[in-house]
């Protein structure tokens, strides 16, 4: 008793008290704001640099599920496009993660768009099986971070588990390669319906870097509906956290 009292004098509280206003470091890149006084020349000049074509040639839009935030489009306009530190940039629409000129407000989930059984069953416990579908690890780790002392996810009933079996539902990472496609079915067959799918990551929603590679095989997300998409490179964890609990309703 006497040393968790040490270490809690020592450290202070380590878990985040408020997961949905909790404030981030200034140099995280999340919603970017684009003005709506964009030129035709300007949005030639940013979409060419575009690594993943996340920007619309023909009104400058940028997609989210796309964009690797990399700021490069950010530092040859300034003033003109930036990137805020909002993390709450979730979608259950594939459609909501594109944001146009002239868009100031803060993105939120459209409540339309979610299951009705997804808040009636599983409001209260969520269990969740993670597949790394060719991902580099990045994903994987702030996923695993969601979970640890610090944001602690599971305070909601919101928990990653061993077997998909014992899970309500999948977050993929990943690009989705060709070798992992058969094991993400395989996966996803064994969780007892309803489930849930989630993509977590650029990589995840559109192939990010790899998109257009032989080495991918994306079908799976073209024939399973998926409920959220979480975009970011890799996504934050507040960013997961936020969509998640905007997805169950809580």
């Known amino acids: 008793m006497f040393k968790e009292i040490k270490i809690l004098s020592d450290h202070g509280k380590q878990y985040i008290p408020d997961l949905r206003n909790q404030p981030v470091s200034a140099r995280f890149r999340g919603r970017p704001v684009i003005s709506a006084a964009i030129t035709g020349e300007e949005i030639a000049r940013v ?26 489009c950010a530092l040859m306009i300034p003033g003109t496009i930036r990137f805020t530190n909002d993390y709450r940039i979730a979608a259950s629409r594939r459609d909501d993660l594109i944001v146009r000129p002239g868009q100031t407000g803060p993105m939120r989930l459209n409540e339309t768009a979610v299951r009705s059984d997804i808040r009636r069953l599983f409001r209260r416990s969520l269990k969740l099986r993670q597949v790394s579908a060719g991902g580099d690890n990045s994903c994987e780790m702030e996923l695993t971070a969601a979970g640890n002392v610090n944001f602690d996810l599971g305070r909601y009933g919101i928990e990653f588990v061993a077997s998909p079996r014992h899970a309500d539902g999948i977050v993929i990472t990943g690009p989705v390669t060709d070798n992992m496609s058969e094991a993400l079915e395989i996966t996803y067959k064994a969780v007892p319906s309803p489930k849930i799918i989630i993509l977590t990551g650029t990589d995840a929603i559109s192939g990010g870097l790899f998109e257009g590679s032989p080495a991918l095989k994306r079908g799976f997300t073209v024939r399973h509906p998926v409920d959220l998409y979480v975009p970011g490179n890799p996504a934050h964890p507040l960013s997961f956290i936020n969509g998640v609990m905007d997805m169950l309703g809580l």
Do not use: K, Q
Not at 55 to 66: A, P, V
């Open 47 to 72: 979409s060419s640099i575009c690594p993943v074509n996340a920007i619309d040639r023909r009104n400058g839009s940028i997609d989210l599920g796309r964009c690797t935030f990399c700021n490069e």
